[in-house]
């Protein structure tokens, strides 16, 4: 803090002015220095110039590519390609001579993701010329293993939304049925496994956007503990809560898939205490075929009875869950968690102020990899770029900026206090459990082939309202969830329609491999498909 640099360049632009024109900016009007200390600090603040300016024109520095893994046929999908919507780009990246658990297998990147020299759009119409210089880690290890990654998965507008008509790239419907919703923001991902064009998926997840699309479209996500594999490489909106998992048709495909993601790499801060090595990764496979013989199982209240809950679907998860007892679960019984209650407004502030100071360059406080070429495309916010925005985006840059300029300085800390708070409620439950339920959504996907062509904002909005209630809370706490399909339910409106119900298992920090037991037990005994709840009666499997 003590270095001082006065020297100065013949075109340094920093004089008096400018030195009050910066105390301006501190928030209060009025500020000014003693006047005999004025020519000192405008001295001091030039040498500081000096010295920014020299960072700025050195070259970056950018991990080097593994040359191994070359990119092949880099294209837009053509229409042929692409009858759903869902991919973003194609290209064939895989070592010549695969070996590894995944070889044979593709995998699909949610378009938030680096892969070099191929294109990253982040679900916007407005930087579809940022081609990243770099790998994300998880790249690197789905290759190492020997997996294939065939493409990038469309994903909603900068990660901002919930429901599937927010990406520059149009509207994408739910694989179950046409003119519904297929989630967000990892909406690409769940659509391509569900259709079985990839064999995996590589979502991001900050409230909910594995875990929606999963649930959505009747595969299985999973959102592992905060920082257990990691987001070097990512588009950042706001480092607590950013996370990156896998998405598969099935538990044992998401477990193989998270012991090759999962593990330190001594690059990314999130990887806090207790974060293995990747040589010290469980075998979550083999860990999850142990049977599940004592475990006690805790359903959340809170999660069945929120505002915009429909009953039928909270009820049919309820009666999904009792099902652990005939597996040979100890409990399935009721828990209270009133934080939960209050988590997704103590989400919204944090992702709101901190997703606005990362997205205008202001990311500071970690040592991971900043994506300095994502951020030179998307700055400056321009007239076109903001017009081009989903509401969500807008919304979301302007609260922020709102927020940092105009209110109790003190808002981001105590919000983060009382993150803490929950966690430590949630924690404090299980103790006493081994894993909480929930249902992922509190109510069916949207219908969206009635979106009006000059929607407002808010109308747009709703398409997603309360999505992610019942997510949020264990994305703003960091604790291990998953959403596993337990079968179908129709629209009240259309019994002719059959869309996918989530079930979340929530666990214990770094206790995927639990998740995982309890999620291929349910999944080995029941087929998901087959189990029924109608709205015009009873029916012979699923009735609750």
Not at 448 to 459: D, K, R, S
Request: net charge negative; hydrophobic share 40%; glycine share 8%.
């Amino acid at each position: 803090m003590s270095h001082i640099s006065l020297h100065t360049s013949s075109d340094n632009p920093v004089n008096r002015a400018e030195l009050e024109k910066t105390l301006s900016s501190f928030g209060s009007e009025g500020l000014t220095l003693k006047p005999d200390d004025v020519e000192d600090y405008t001295r001091i603040l030039a040498g500081a110039h000096e010295v920014f300016q020299k960072i700025i024109n050195l070259p970056d520095y950018v991990p080097v590519v593994d040359k191994r893994f070359s990119r092949q046929n880099v294209h837009a999908p053509t229409p042929a390609e692409n009858e759903h919507n869902a991919w973003a780009w194609k290209v064939s990246v895989k070592d010549d001579s695969p070996s590894g658990p995944l070889k044979g297998l593709t995998v699909c990147l949610k378009d938030n993701i680096a892969l070099a020299d191929v294109p990253c759009s982040v679900g916007t119409s407005y930087i579809e010329d940022w081609v990243p210089n770099t790998d994300a880690t998880v790249v690197t290890r789905v290759l190492e293993a020997g997996g294939e990654i065939t493409g990038k998965a469309v994903c909603e507008n900068l990660s901002f939304f919930g429901a599937s008509i927010s990406s520059g790239t149009g509207r994408m419907d739910n694989v179950y049925a046409k003119g519904y919703s297929a989630g967000g923001s990892s909406s690409g991902c769940g659509v391509l496994v569900a259709r079985g064009d990839c064999d995996m998926a590589i979502g991001g997840d900050q409230g909910g956007s594995i875990r929606l699309p999963a649930a959505h479209n009747g595969i299985v996500g999973m959102k592992p503990t905060h920082g257990l594999v990691p987001y070097t490489g990512i588009c950042l909106l706001e480092r607590t809560i950013d996370t990156t998992g896998p998405m598969t048709k099935d538990v044992l495909s998401n477990a193989l898939l998270l012991k090759v993601l999962a593990g330190s790499d001594s690059v990314d801060d999130r990887q806090l205490a207790g974060c293995p090595s990747p040589s010290q990764v469980p075998d979550y496979p083999a860990l999850a075929k142990q049977p599940i013989k004592g475990l006690r199982i805790g359903i959340v209240a809170e999660s069945l009875d929120t505002d915009l809950t429909d009953k039928r679907y909270a009820n049919f998860v309820v009666d999904a869950a009792k099902r652990f007892l005939e597996l040979g679960a100890e409990v399935v019984e009721p828990v209270s968690i009133p934080g939960t209650v209050l988590a997704s407004d103590l989400w919204m502030v944090i992702a709101r102020l901190s997703s606005y100071q990362n997205l205008t360059g202001r990311a500071c406080g970690h040592r991971g990899l900043y994506l300095n070429d994502f951020t030179q495309k998307f700055l400056p916010i321009t007239q076109q770029k903001l017009d081009q925005m989903w509401p969500s985006a807008v919304a979301t840059l302007t609260n922020g900026a709102y927020a940092w300029e105009n209110l109790d300085p003190t808002l981001m800390g105590k919000t983060m206090n009382l993150a803490r708070k929950v966690r430590d409620e949630i924690d404090a439950v299980l103790g006493s459990y081994d894993l909480l339920i929930t249902p992922t959504m509190v109510k069916l996907p949207a219908r969206i082939n009635n979106v009006p062509e000059n929607a407002t904002p808010l109308q747009k909005m709703s398409y997603a309202a309360g999505v992610g209630l019942n997510t949020c809370p264990y994305s703003l706490t960091g604790h291990p969830a998953m959403s596993i399909p337990v079968g179908f339910l129709s629209p009240v409106d259309d019994p002719t329609v059959r869309l996918p119900v989530g079930m979340q298992i929530v666990g214990k920090f770094y206790d995927e491999a639990t998740i995982y037991r309890a999620a291929y037990t349910w999944e080995s005994s029941c087929d998901w498909k087959e189990r029924l709840y109608s709205v015009v009666g009873a029916m012979a499997v699923g009735q609750v």
